[in-house]
C-alpha cells in the first residue's frame, strides 16, 4: 500500500536538486515528494506542469473588469482595461459601463468588479497566543529534603 506524499496533504510542491531553465523564461523541475513535472516563474512558488496554472493566468492577462450577475451567478462579460492609460481613463470606463447596463438601479442584480480591487475586505485574524498560566513548582531543595 502507498502513502501519501507530504505535498499531497500540503498542496504545496518542491522540487528536486535538478532544475532547468526553459526558453520562456520558466524553471522547471521534479517534486520530491510525488514525483512529478513542477514549474516555476519566479523560483518561489512551484505548480504541476501538467494542467492549467489559474494564478498564472491571472499574472498574465491583466487587470479586468468583469460584470457580474450575483442572482444568476454568471459573468455577462469581461472587459480589458490595458489599453487605458491612466486611472481617471478607466473610472470614466466604469461609468459608462455603470450608466449603460444600469447598475446605479436598486433592483439590478448586475455588479461591476475590478480585478485590481483588494479581495479582502476585512484585515485578516492574526491568531492569538493564548496566555500560559505559571504554575509555581516547589523548589529542587524542598523535595530532596522530604
Known sequence: METLTQCWFTRIHLPDRHRHREEDGSCT?????????????????????????VSRLAEISGRYLTLYDHAADFVVHRYAVAHLND?????????????????????????L?????????????????????KVSRPAQDTLRSA
Open 29 to 53: 523541475g521534479t517534486c520530491r515528494y510525488c514525483h512529478r513535472r513542477l514549474v516555476s516563474w519566479h523560483k518561489g512558488a512551484w505548480a504541476l506542469a501538467d494542467g492549467l496554472n
Open 87 to 111: 486611472e481617471q481613463a478607466i473610472d470614466a470606463f466604469k461609468a459608462a459601463l455603470s450608466a449603460e447596463y444600469g447598475l446605479a438601479d436598486d433592483d439590478t442584480t448586475l455588479e
Open 113 to 133: 468588479r475590478d480585478s485590481a480591487a483588494s479581495h479582502r475586505r476585512r484585515p485578516v485574524r492574526r491568531l492569538m497566543h493564548r496566555k500560559v498560566r
